[in-house]
């Protein structure tokens, strides 16, 4: 059964259709339908006015198989302009001006990019973070398995945005986004809610010894970031979820909501380049603060 809710940064024409056997608590993040396209919203962002956010599900596009419906990479095999059309259909539908939008070509790193008037751009160059204070710039990035990471300080009005695989994870991509945060723009980690979303878990992401030397290298203790569910002596499961979780929380974030939604698992809904064997799509992320009209 789903009910129709108006949603702050939607005008009110745009009437959104969400599935009401999902929990009212804030730290929820739920699946909703505005116009055909369907997203996961973040309940606590929700609550402030001016804050647009959404996290792009594969349905709601117009791209053909393997890369059915909404994929928003050009990176990936498909057909750019269906691409194009699919993006402008999803920026459209959360009431995000394409033009206004700022991606970077991700590299499995750590570095964060600051983006204000002086450097906004389509697209920046190499970064996995960007962060902004500035209104009317929405930040942009495209998954498939790696975490995404959303950041929403309310008292300094700032967004951020990180793209952390196993390997940007390893360089401890979230606590760099928080560090860029505080030191850049001014905000406080006890004040900042961060975001989980829809990444492979724990449940299907299996890893070889790379991953786990890297991590003992990374992480003081181990026990919560890796299982053997097929016994001791067979491959590890590798928990992306529980180790940015644990970065946010050293870095002094005390609000983190996990999404708790396995990407692997959930090929209805999202992409996935270990479940579907690369041959898939890319699903998009956004967020930024509205601008102001005076």
């Not at 999902?22 to 919203?41: G, M």
């Not at 906004?120 to 495209?142: H, K, N």
């Not at 951020?160 to 196993?166: R, S």
């Amino acid at each position: 059964m789903e009910q129709e809710i108006s949603v702050h940064g939607h005008p009110s024409p745009t009437m959104i259709r969400i599935q009401d056997n999902y929990p009212e608590n804030l730290d929820t993040v739920y699946p909703a339908k505005i116009q055909t396209i369907w997203v996961y919203r973040v309940r606590a962002f929700d609550t402030f006015p001016g804050l647009k956010h959404a996290i792009f599900t594969r349905r709601g596009g117009v791209s053909p198989s393997p890369f059915r419906s909404l994929n928003l990479s050009v990176s990936v095999g498909d057909n750019p302009q269906t691409v194009q059309k699919n993006f402008f259909n999803a920026c459209h539908a959360v009431s995000v001006p394409p033009e206004k939008t700022v991606s970077s070509y991700l590299v499995h790193g750590a570095d964060v990019s600051t983006i204000d008037k002086s450097n906004q751009q389509l697209v920046i160059g190499q970064s996995d973070a960007l962060i902004t204070a500035e209104p009317g710039i929405y930040l942009f990035m495209r998954f498939g398995d790696c975490t995404p990471l959303l950041f929403f300080d309310p008292i300094r009005k700032a967004v951020g945005l990180t793209h952390a695989g196993w390997r940007g994870t390893m360089q401890d991509a979230a606590g760099a986004t928080v560090k860029a945060m505080i030191d850049r723009l001014g905000c406080e980690a006890k004040n900042i809610i961060a975001v989980i979303g829809p990444a492979i878990g724990p449940c299907c992401y299996e890893v070889g010894p790379e991953v786990m030397t890297a991590a003992s290298q990374t992480f003081d203790k181990l026990d919560h970031l890796f299982s053997y569910p097929n016994g001791p002596k067979k491959r590890a499961y590798f928990d992306l979820w529980e180790a940015n979780q644990q970065q946010l929380a050293k870095a002094g974030v005390r609000h983190i909501i996990q999404s708790k939604l396995c990407t692997a698992c959930r090929t209805d809904d999202f992409f996935s380049h270990r479940a579907e064997k690369g041959r898939t799509g890319r699903f998009g992320v956004v967020i930024g603060l509205e601008e102001k009209i005076e």
